[in-house]
């Protein structure tokens, strides 16, 4: 079992890493978390890194075919910092950036407090407290050179693949009404190709997604706050992404969103 000591020595490697575009195999063993608790330790430390308070959430392998890309049997949760949050068309370096990939989301910023509590959150409730809906992009990756091998213990503490997160505006329509699992998603990569998906690639549905977050972080003790975003996941296949590209993410009348990568 880690120690204190240990998760705080473990995170700071890991955010070396990242601020430095390095990778390494895996943590040493003495640092290298055994259970989902250990990494969720190790990854409560990013919030000493960040200037601002947590500016938001993110979930990794919300669909099978992503549990099988990294080599885990179910989602996993992320601190978005603020730091890393871009304006929609912005343009961010690819760096060394190391999955190159884009992914389209449904977001959701919180209204009010979702705190720990003994009993589950059903998704009514978290809808509930959701102020506005908003389409994302987010730009992953890992700090281990092959993150398909690692296992989940360790992606958690890696912030669950979290780089960089791109929020477009809230949506204006009636997003309440709208079946959300049904819902279109267009990918797309200015004259190279188009990538479309659904809601239902998330969890099933992203407000399923979103439940599960708050009962992820309900069990881990901590507050899903207001003003939190949440990005649930990605409703397309992947989309490969390399310099020059400019990245599309349409959720239709909900709402669009780019990023120019350079």
Same mark, same amino acid.
């Given at each position: 079992?880690?120690? *204190?000591?240990?998760?705080?020595?473990?995170?700071?490697?890991?955010?070396?890493?990242?601020?430095?575009? /390095? @990778?390494?195999?895996?943590?040493?063993?003495?640092?290298?978390?055994?259970?989902?608790?250990?990494?969720?330790?190790?990854?409560? %430390?990013?919030?000493?890194?960040?200037?601002? *308070?947590?500016?938001?959430?993110?979930?990794?392998?919300?669909?099978?075919?992503?549990?099988? %890309?990294?080599?885990?049997?179910?989602?996993?949760?992320? /601190?978005?910092?603020?730091?890393?949050?871009? +304006?929609?068309?912005?343009?961010?370096?690819?760096?060394?950036? %190391?999955?190159?990939?884009?992914?389209?989301?449904?977001?959701?910023?919180?209204?009010?407090?979702?705190p720990p509590r003994s009993t589950s959150y059903a998704p009514q409730e978290v809808l509930a407290a959701v102020d506005s809906l908003h389409p994302a992009i987010e730009l992953s990756d890992s700090r281990f050179e092959d993150f398909a091998t690692v296992g989940a213990p360790q992606l958690i503490s890696d912030n669950a693949c979290a780089h960089l997160f791109v929020l477009g505006p809230?949506?204006?329509? +009636?997003? /309440?009404?709208?079946?959300?699992?049904? %819902?279109?998603?267009?990918?797309?990569?200015?004259?190279?190709?188009?990538? +479309?998906?659904?809601?239902?690639?998330?969890?099933?549905?992203?407000?399923?997604?979103?439940?599960?977050?708050?009962?992820?972080?309900?069990?881990?003790?901590?507050?899903?706050?207001?003003?939190?975003?949440?990005?649930?996941?990605?409703?397309?296949?992947?989309?490969?992404?390399?310099?020059?590209?400019?990245?599309?993410?349409?959720?239709?009348?909900?709402? +669009?969103?780019?990023? @120019?990568?350079?």
């Amino acid at each position: 079992m880690l120690g *204190p000591d240990q998760t705080l020595a473990a995170s700071a490697l890991l955010f070396d890493h990242w601020q430095n575009g /390095r @990778r390494l195999q895996a943590l040493p063993p003495d640092l290298r978390p055994a259970t989902r608790a250990e990494g969720y330790a190790i990854q409560a %430390h990013l919030e000493e890194r960040s200037a601002s *308070p947590v500016f938001g959430w993110k979930i990794a392998a919300t669909s099978r075919a992503g549990q099988v %890309h990294i080599g885990v049997d179910g989602p996993m949760a992320g /601190r978005i910092l603020l730091e890393r949050v871009i +304006e929609s068309g912005a343009a961010v370096p690819l760096g060394a950036n %190391h999955m190159r990939v884009a992914e389209i989301e449904f977001a959701f910023r919180m209204g009010r407090d979702l705190p720990p509590r003994s009993t589950s959150y059903a998704p009514q409730e978290v809808l509930a407290a959701v102020d506005s809906l908003h389409p994302a992009i987010e730009l992953s990756d890992s700090r281990f050179e092959d993150f398909a091998t690692v296992g989940a213990p360790q992606l958690i503490s890696d912030n669950a693949c979290a780089h960089l997160f791109v929020l477009g505006p809230p949506s204006t329509a +009636e997003w /309440r009404t709208i079946d959300l699992a049904e %819902h279109k998603v267009l990918g797309r990569v200015a004259g190279r190709f188009e990538r +479309e998906g659904k809601g239902a690639n998330v969890l099933d549905d992203p407000r399923l997604a979103l439940a599960w977050l708050a009962n992820e972080l309900s069990q881990l003790g901590i507050t899903l706050k207001a003003g939190q975003v949440v990005t649930t996941g990605t409703c397309t296949v992947p989309i490969e992404i390399t310099g020059g590209d400019e990245v599309f993410g349409s959720l239709g009348i909900l709402g +669009e969103v780019s990023v @120019r990568i350079l």
